[in-house]
């Protein structure tokens, strides 16, 4: 098909864009196959693996996985109290493996993410000794401007009607700039790895999360 070409083929651009930045790219042409990478790329012998929110990871089924794996998942939505969750990213931050997607990634291998807590951009810049991302190519965006236009397009507002957020763009599907409970805290942009190989990027043919 034409279009699983074209994401091939931009994938490929993308992922030799990340070289220079020292972050790993691979590409999957489906969901199965992803997950498969992941699981490659967790490797062998029990790791301590953990993950932000992403309505990517649970689209591939790849806690299930892990689990399946025999690998020791810190399951986040099991602590409710401030306490638990507190604990709870104490471990995150020392994790062998955390998952995650991205809000956006340009054609030149940048990662754009917006977010609430800062808990999921807080991994992924420090702690976790690998940090595994899976994106579907609809993150694709030309520059960084792009990127974040694209979380309060069509990042933000289906996230917000998800959580329950109480926020102009969960009723009207627009951003509304707000800043009562917002979702949109913190700005990160990831322009290179410190770590050579830390950050792992798997582009997937397929549309996958907001």
Do not use: W
Not at 86 to 98: G, N, R
Not at 156 to 183: E, F, M, Q, W, Y
């Amino acid at each position: 098909m034409p279009k699983k070409k074209f994401y091939e083929n931009q994938a490929k651009t993308i992922i030799e864009n990340m070289v220079a930045r020292k972050m790993e790219g691979y590409y999957c042409p489906d969901k199965e196959s992803a997950k498969a990478k992941v699981m490659e790329l967790i490797g062998d012998g029990e790791k301590l693996v953990t993950y932000g929110g992403s309505v990517t990871l649970d689209e591939i089924g790849i806690k299930e996985e892990v689990v399946k794996a025999g690998h020791n998942l810190l399951v986040r939505e099991n602590c409710t109290t401030d306490e638990e969750k507190a604990q709870c990213f104490a471990k995150q931050v020392t994790a062998d493996v955390y998952m995650m997607s991205t809000n956006a990634i340009t054609l030149d291998g940048e990662l754009v993410n917006v977010d609430g807590a800062g808990n999921r951009v807080a991994c992924l810049i420090y702690g976790p000794k690998d940090v595994i991302v899976v994106a579907g190519m609809n993150k694709v965006v030309t520059n960084v401007e792009e990127g974040i236009n694209r979380v309060k397009t069509a990042a933000a507002p289906p996230n917000t009607v998800r959580l329950s957020c109480k926020t102009p763009c969960a009723v009207t599907g627009r951003c509304g700039d707000c800043l009562n409970n917002t979702i949109c805290c913190h700005t990160v942009i990831t322009r290179a790895s410190r770590i050579p190989g830390r950050i792992k990027v798997i582009l997937v043919g397929e549309e996958l999360g907001y």
